[in-house]
Structure formats: C-alpha cells, structure tokens
C-alpha cells in the first residue's frame, strides 16, 4: 500500500494528539537531553510563548525534535531553548511555514507582518499599565477624600459579624438539637388563610339532589343520613321543598359499637359498627344507662347509705350508754372517712337538683336518668378514693342526665367561636370538627402541613356538615411558634388584616409522640414535646387573656378543652 493511501486510511481514528508510542519516544528526549529543571512544561511554555505555536504545532515541533536529537545533555536553559529555536527554524522549513520568534505560525508562504511582541514582555508592559491605573486611582480618591481600603474594612466587620452570628447558632444548634430547631421554624401566614362560609349554597344543592331523587325513585328509605341532609337544607321560603321544614344546625351521626374479628391469618381487626336497634342517641343513652352485671363494682353512694341506716337505729335506742354511744359515733366517722376522704355535696332525702350554667344551650328539660340498683352503667364515672378510683352513681347519673339532654334537645353552637390546633385526618380532631360545623360554629383550624390538598380536605368537610351560619377558617400554623401571631389575627378588629372575632372554645390538638424516652433518653424531641403540648399552649392562653383584657371582652370567658389521650403516660412523663 502506498503511503498516501495508508495516511489516508489512518486519518480517520487519528485523535489529533501524538500515541503512546511516540510520546514515550519525546519524554524520553527531554528527560535525557534536556538539562534539569526544564521539563516537558518549560520546553512547552518556550514555544507557546517565543514562538507563539498552539497545541498541534508544538507536537509537530516535538516530533521533528526526534530527528535531531542532541549527541548529549544540553548544559543549560538557555542552550535548550537555542536547541529548541533551531527545530522550530527547521520545522517552519519542512512544513513551508515562515516563523519568526514572538509571533504565531503564518501561512505557506507567508511572512510575518507588523511588529511583533514577545508574550512576556506583553505581560510586563500589561503589569506596568495596571499600576499606573491603581497610582491614578489612589491620587483621585486622595482628592475625594476617600480611602480605598474602605471596603476592606467594612468586608473585615461583616465577615466579622456573621463569624459571631454562625457561632451563635452553632451554640444553639448543639445545645438544643436539630429536631428542636426545626420543630419550631414559623409558617404561620395570614395571607394563606382559606375560608369557607358557603352552607347556604351547599345545603341547596344537597337539598336538590334529595328532590330528584325523590322524583325518579331513588330514594326509597328515609335513615338517619337522609334525615340529617333533610335538616340541613334550606327553608321553606326559598320555594324547594313543598313540605316545609326548618334549617336547624345540629349534628346527626350513627351510634356505634365497637367489633373485634379474628381474620384466617389471625389478624385482628378492629372497627366501628352501627348498633342493632339504636337509630337515636336516647335509646344509645338509655342501653349505656341499663349496665351490665360484669362491670359491677362497689357503690360508694349506697354503702354510705347502708352505713347511715343500722347508726340511726342504735342512736335512737335510749338505753345505750354515752360511753358507748361516742365509741360508736368515733366508728362511725372512721369508716365514713375511710370512704370518702372529701367531703361531699349531697343534698339530704331530697330531689337531685344540678346548677343550671348552660341551660340557655339546652331549653328542653328532661327526666333524670333511673340507675339500677345491682348494674353498673357501661358508661360511668368515678372518683378516687384514697389510691383507687371507685364507681360513683351521683356523678354517673348527672354525666348521663346531660347526655340525655344533649340527645333530646341537640346542643347547637351558633354564634360560638373555636381554635383546633393540628387537627389530622381520621383523628378524634376531625370528628370534633363536623360537631362544631353542623351546630352552627365558626371553626378556625390550623395546620402544620398547608397544602392545597390539605385545604380540599377541610372544603369537603364543610361541604358535607356545614349548617347554617357555620364557618370554617384554615391557616398555616405550628404551635411551635408564633402564638403571639396567631392571636393577633384572630382579635385583630381590622377585619382586612384578622378575623375581629372572640374566642369561646380551645381545644389544642397539636401533640408529638416521644414513645420510649426514658429519663436518661431525653433529646431535642422532647424538648420540643415538652414546648408544643405545654410552654406554647400556655403561652397560646396567656395571649388569648391579654386580647380580652385590652378588648375588655370580660363577660364572656374562653373555655380550654385539653384532650385527654396523653402520648407517653402522663404528660411530662421524665421531663
């Protein structure tokens, strides 16, 4: 094969820098013939800067190099760089180039024009030029009055600055954690704030939905759902319904019972299900109030009673000594002492009365709950005596007397006002909050976790509950945090920046699980725990009395309702 046609043929994988074989071959050359200290870089930083060569030209210099290697080892920088001068002088003639020192390769043929410039002595005269420009400078701001170093020093106070202010947050950040420090970063933002205050227009359209279904025989049995959408639909006036009813708020839901199955992979399963035979919260009251022997415990109230009786009897007796009499009457207390270390509020062989305090809540008057002697209540409450909670049939009968009223009379929230902090989905929060809408409630409910999808979740549920002059209120909030702010914008009385609104209810949700910490395990999550269920909640009060005072709001007192499902035992648990 010719060797045109191989160089052709080679033409195409050539990379455009030399192998391996003839690189060997150069840095064999100038690590023998070259004198120490001018390496391959020196030999390259001659060409490119007296002779002006690029990348490709220097390799083609290099290879012509290996045709007139020196006989020895050249003694000296300057009688390398002669050697190098001498090549390229020879390279420019193989390759019909004219080259002059100080200026890049011309074209076949050509010559050099202009003067040309060593690139050193470029840089020297570009050195010179920049001096001259900083003299000129400092002269000009000598006459302004100005000192250059200026900004050096105000860089010097700022670096000087954020140095102290990272050491302090990183002080901080060791002493309380990371878990702490994010826990109480602010979200809250008014201007985030999403509110709902459409039932009108969504118990229309519920309302519609009930007529054609009517219509087209699709609704064939009235239950308790349809009866609550019924209650909620807009009055007679409007010209909907042709049997008129009244828009009344209130809450309409299933009494349930627990159920536990066993599945065949022995999972249990635990879930709510609807009662057989209780439709209505009385006969839900009235099954709680029947009792079952199995939970039976001892009645504090009739044991006392059952002491009072055989004492009237020896009192009343004439021949008992006085000696004897004191004893008995000291036994006596002693025993009463024994099961009631407090002392006891009971009205004597008279009518149970309770303190009427809200009965503007509930107008309708109910009979009070007849107990069974030998049963206790599935629902019942007790009171501690000495280090044991014991069942009490007084306080048992008014918790279900109330219970009875509530279902008789519904209780109703219009006018009211409530804060839910952190309510979750498919939480005892959520539940509370269909109560309150469906009464007639303005709602305020906070969430660590804005989002749109978090707001369509709220929207769903006030379009579902949501009665007459109810309200639902959605902002971003961490209880972590700006509890000051939230106040503030809720007793604000510039309606464009805040509600104007006075708070009736609080129940504070906002909680963070610290399971397994003991007192040796303590760490910036229970720090923040311990802010968030307690420093906050109280200082959440505290903001909420301070806006009454200056409001001289003081006729109508903010009730705070604290849930009672701690998360590690009792509150505080090893803090």
Not at 137 to 162: C, F, I, P, T, W
Request: with cysteine; glycine share 10%.
């Amino acid at each position: 094969m010719p060797l045109g046609e191989l160089g052709s043929a080679l033409q195409s994988s050539y990379s455009g820098t030399m192998g391996k074989h003839t690189s060997a071959l150069v840095s064999r050359l100038t690590g023998s013939k070259m004198p120490g200290g001018f390496g391959m870089s020196g030999v390259k930083s001659h060409l490119s800067k007296s002779w002006g060569l690029g990348p490709g030209r220097t390799e083609g210099v290099l290879l012509m190099a290996l045709t007139m290697e020196p006989p020895k080892r050249l003694g000296s920088e300057g009688d390398a760089k002669s050697y190098l001068d001498s090549v390229v002088q020879a390279y420019g003639q193989h390759s019909v180039l004219a080259l002059s020192q100080g200026g890049p390769a011309g074209a076949a043929g050509g010559s050099a024009g202009g003067a040309m410039i060593n690139s050193e002595e470029f840089e020297k005269f570009q050195q010179s030029q920049d001096a001259f420009v900083s003299q000129q400078l400092e002269v000009l701001l000598r006459y302004l009055k100005r000192d250059s170093r200026d900004g050096y020093r105000l860089h010097d106070l700022k670096h000087a600055d954020y140095m102290r202010v990272q050491d302090e947050l990183d002080g901080i950040q060791k002493e309380h954690g990371e878990n702490y420090l994010k826990g109480i970063q602010p979200v809250f933002d008014p201007l985030k704030a999403r509110h709902f205050d459409s039932a009108w227009n969504w118990v229309r359209q519920t309302a519609l939905e009930m007529f054609f279904d009517i219509i087209y025989g699709r609704l064939k049995t009235v239950d308790r759902d349809i009866t609550a959408k019924q209650r909620r639909a807009i009055p007679s006036r409007e010209g909907v319904w042709t049997d008129a009813f009244e828009q009344l708020p209130g809450s309409f839901t299933f009494p349930t019972a627990p159920k536990t199955t066993v599945t065949l992979k022995c999972e249990i399963v635990y879930e709510e299900v609807n009662r057989v035979g209780v439709s209505r919260l009385e006969r839900y009251v009235a099954e709680m109030a029947a009792g079952s022997k199995i939970t039976a415990e001892m009645n504090l109230d009739k044991v006392q009673e059952s002491i009072q009786n055989p004492y009237k009897l020896v009192k009343s007796q004439p021949t008992i000594a006085k000696s004897q009499m004191a004893a008995i009457r000291s036994l006596y207390g002693e025993v009463v002492k024994g099961l009631s270390p407090h002392e006891r509020n009971r009205a004597a062989n008279g009518p149970r009365s309770r303190r009427p305090s809200s009965q503007f809540l509930r107008p309708v008057q109910v009979e009070p709950t007849a107990l069974s002697g030998d049963k206790t209540p599935l629902l019942h409450l007790k009171r501690k005596v000495g280090s044991n909670w014991v069942y009490s049939s007084k306080v048992t009968t008014l918790y279900l007397d109330v219970l009875t009223e509530i279902a008789s009379a519904r209780t109703t929230f219009e006018h009211k006002n409530a804060l839910l902090t952190r309510v979750g989905k498919a939480s005892i929060g959520v539940e509370i909050l269909k109560g309150l809408l469906s009464g007639g409630a303005h709602v305020i409910v906070t969430t660590s976790r804005y989002s749109p999808r978090t707001v369509e979740y709220y929207q769903a549920i006030y379009q579902e509950v949501g009665s007459r002059g109810s309200r639902l209120t959605v902002v971003p909030f961490n209880q972590g945090s700006q509890a000051r702010s939230l106040v503030d914008y809720i007793y604000s009385t510039d309606k464009d920046k805040g509600l104007a609104m006075d708070l009736d209810y609080i129940l504070p949700f906002a909680a963070i699980p610290e399971n397994g910490r003991e007192i040796d395990g303590l760490d910036d999550r229970s720090e923040l725990a311990h802010r968030v269920m307690l420093t906050n909640l109280l200082r959440l009060m505290g903001e909420v009395k301070k806006k009454k005072h200056a409001l001289k709001l003081v006729t109508r007192p903010t009730q705070v309702v604290l849930p009672l499902s701690p998360n590690h035992g009792n509150f505080g648990n090893g803090l």
